[in-house]
């Protein structure tokens, strides 16, 4: 995926998505315009759409970086270490840290119920779905240390966390207390790897 946040500086992008974010949790994402994002923002339409290169990445502008994540667990893990039990440890990782990517973070709650109520949104995650699977896949492929079908094993791993995300986020909008929905979340993630780990191996 392009880095366009460096067009004009991190701070703008910062201050657009902030902007637009407070719009739409407002209003709806669906009854606001980019027009009036940016004159919220005080920058021009061309200067929103060089840091984004959708309306919906505004309010998601956290998904690039679970590309990141993904790609640090397969690139970085120790030779010993197979591609499952690294992103195992990674997804971990942002579950303990309560990180927003683990739909365990502060208070998200706003920001769900947003993007549940438009179908944009949802779709831009799905189709984000299919993006990491074949970030995922391509990296799979590109390393020597995995000798398995690289977009079997992309597919059954998005897969696999799709679920337990999904839960996660339906159980935090029923109002689920966070530290039990943490503990459980980290139960299914375990599981979840596992069922992927005896299936396709390291």
């Known amino acids: 995926m392009p880095n366009r946040g460096d067009r004009g500086g991190t701070k703008t992008r910062e201050r657009i998505a902030a902007v637009a974010s407070e719009l739409f949790l407002e209003r709806g994402f669906d009854d606001v315009t980019i027009a009036e994002v940016a004159a919220a923002a005080g920058v021009s339409k061309v200067t929103v759409f060089a840091h984004f290169e959708r309306k919906e990445d505004l309010l998601l502008d956290r998904l690039p970086g679970a590309v990141e994540v993904v790609r640090a667990a397969v690139r970085e893990r120790a030779d010993d270490v197979g591609v499952v039990e690294a992103l ?69 791993l998005v897969a696999a966390y799709r679920t337990v995300a999904v839960e996660t986020v339906r159980r935090r909008l029923a109002g689920d207390d966070l530290g ?23």
Not at 112 to 118: E, I
Not at 180 to 202: N, Q, T, Y
Request: glycine share 10%.
């Open 88 to 156: 195992r440890w990674a997804v971990l990782a942002l579950a303990r840290e309560r990180h927003v990517l683990s739909g365990l973070g502060g208070d998200i709650e706003p920001i769900m119920r947003t993007v549940a109520a438009s179908p944009a949104l949802i779709a831009r995650l799905r189709v984000f779905g299919y993006e990491i699977e074949a970030e995922l896949a391509a990296e799979l492929d590109a390393d020597a240390r995995f000798s398995g079908d690289g977009g079997l094993a992309a597919a059954l």
């Open 180 to 202: 039990e929905l943490a503990e459980s979340h980290v139960r299914r993630v375990e599981r979840a790897f596992d069922a992927v780990e005896r299936g396709i191996g390291g």
